[in-house]
């Protein structure tokens, strides 16, 4: 079954600690589940403290691999490809993969435009995810903030 959605976020004026809180909100307030993938342990530590201290007048419900009841975490965050929060929302960091995309009814794949590594990787996931057969968008960051679909 092919993924639903695939959604390229391009980060060329915020950094993934500036703009992936913005989307979990809309994530949580559509009342879905999210599972984001991150390449190491260190990636994962710093998301958990952004989305715990990015606006203290918001909370984001979430918690990261190693806890001790990730089945109820609205965000999970982890390194690994297991589908521990039932989550219909993936998203995808800094070049990860993942080869359980299909599992899931959207993906957010977030790339920071200013490596050129990632843009890479991301080019290379974009020719893969095609294959894929599901509805892709391309996002850039437009100039005031915000997301304008460019594909």
């Given at each position: 079954m092919p993924v639903a959605d695939i959604r390229f976020y391009h980060l060329q004026r915020q950094t993934l600690e500036e703009a992936l809180p913005k989307l979990m909100e809309r994530v949580v307030d559509a009342g879905l589940c999210a599972h984001i993938k991150v390449p190491d342990r260190g990636m994962m530590e710093t998301l958990n403290k952004v989305l715990w201290?990015?606006?203290?007048?918001?909370?984001?419900?979430?918690?990261?691999?190693?806890?001790?009841?990730p089945e109820e975490q609205m965000i999970y965050l982890s390194t690994g490809d297991e589908k521990l929060n039932g989550a219909s929302v993936l998203v995808l960091v800094d070049a990860v993969a993942s080869p359980n995309v299909a599992d899931y009814d959207r993906c957010l794949y977030m790339f920071d435009g200013r490596n050129e590594d990632i843009v890479a990787a991301a080019r290379e996931a974009w020719k893969g995810f095609k294959e894929l057969g599901g509805e892709m968008s391309y996002w850039q960051q437009r100039e005031m903030g915000g997301w304008e679909q460019k594909a």
């Open positions: 201290d990015y606006d203290p007048a918001s909370f984001l419900p979430h918690d990261m691999e190693g806890c001790e009841h």
